[in-house]
Structures are given as C-alpha cells and as structure tokens.
C-alpha cells in the first residue's frame, strides 16, 4: 500500500510511515470472513510463514469454504494444519465448530459487513477468536474501522506513551485503542495499517522481554527506548 504524504500528519501516521520504511510492505490477513477464521485459528502459536504454507495446503485441497472443507477428508485437512506447528487437535476441532456455524449460518459474512452491534454479536460464537481476534475479524473482513489491540500492539503503544498505565490488561488496550485511533483517519485502510504494522513491530523489533531498542526507527519518539539505551552510570 503506497504511502501517503500528507501534510500535517499526525504523531501515530508520521509513526506509521518509519515503520512502513523500515519494513517494507506487509501482507494482511484473508479478506474473506471463513479464510479469516481459518487464517486466525492457523495463526495461534505460529509463525507467518508456516501459516502461510498451511493456508497454500488448504487452498491446494479445495477446502477454503465452509462447504469444502465439511467434505474434505480428515487426513488431508490435517496434513494442511499440521504444517502450521503443533496443537494440531486444537486446531482442528476450532475448525470443525466454525465450519458449523458458517454453515449453519450461511449469512453471517453478510452479517459481520453490517451494523456493528450485529456483527459482533454473529462471530462471538466463534472459537479462538477472543477480544482481539474478533476486531481482526472486523477489521479485515468485515471493513469495520476498529483498532485491534493485541499484547504486541499494546506493548508498543503504551512504550510509546499512548494509554494509560493499568496492570489490567484489557483497561490498558482500552485506553491505548482510544488513542491511538483518535490519531488515524476515519478510513478503514488506516486501521488496517496501523494494526499491520504496531502489531509486526513489536513481534519483531519491539519485544516483550529483550526490545532491540538500538535498531528501532522509532527510537528518537519511544520514551520507554530512550530510557533503555541511555548509558548507564
């Protein structure tokens, strides 16, 4: 997605646009909402690019739509997910409950693009999605414009002083979702964006336990980073 040049950008866009230099461009989750479920249940203790290649198997056996799958066999579906690492049975079983639902449901991914109370009421059901994964699915499949705040997005916004500090978890997403989308457009793409981004960041660059504060292009606005990489005395 190119890179837009406004001017007056505000503090998270002009954050944004380090991390899209630093990066290079990202690819984002599946568009449609059952290979978004599949994709977030894959996802789950993994890794990008074996989700990749367990998605690249599924899509190899026909079995990317609720239908499909219901009637692939069992041992290729789980040849598939098992290229995506371990918990195999978990995943397999999460699959099963929401090709269930899709199908027993065949309007649910018309319900998800529409009015938000509805639509987070239709995919709550679904396994494995929790808080997060649920405003992914809004987000990305759904064209919602809400800012998914995951342990990575939360880590970073608040070490770069977003939200409010509260050792509960979800009061500090709250506060950091609040934040930082009052900083972003209305567009949906711009959420999108963000979450790509924040969330890469701090799965790659700024970790939880050993940040690589030194190589980060965010260094020069990072509070928390500035504190880390003053000398000591």
Known sequence: ????????????????IKLEQFYGLLSAPPRAPFMFFVWEVLSVHSTPVKVEAAMAALKR????????????????????VKLAGSYTEQRMQ???TGVDIFRRAPKLPEIVR???????RAIKPLPQLGEAGAHRML????????????????RVGRRLGYGSGSADFRQSAKSVQRDISAGLTG???DFRRAYLYLSHHGASTCTDADPHCTVCP????????????????
């Open 1 to 16: 997605m190119p890179v837009s040049r406004r001017n007056n950008v505000s503090k998270i866009e002009a954050l944004l």
């Open 61 to 80: 056996a026909l079995a990317l739509t609720p239908d499909a799958m219901s009637r692939a066999p069992r041992a290729k579906l789980e040849a598939a």
């Open 94 to 96: 999460a699959l099963r």
């Open 114 to 120: 529409g009015p938000l109370p509805a639509a987070r």
């Open 139 to 154: 987000l990305f499949a759904a064209d919602h414009p809400v800012l998914p705040v995951d342990a990575r997005v939360n």
């Open 187 to 189: 567009d949906v793409s």
């Open 218 to 233: 965010l260094l020069a606005d990072c509070p928390e980073g500035k504190k880390r990489v003053q000398p000591r005395r």
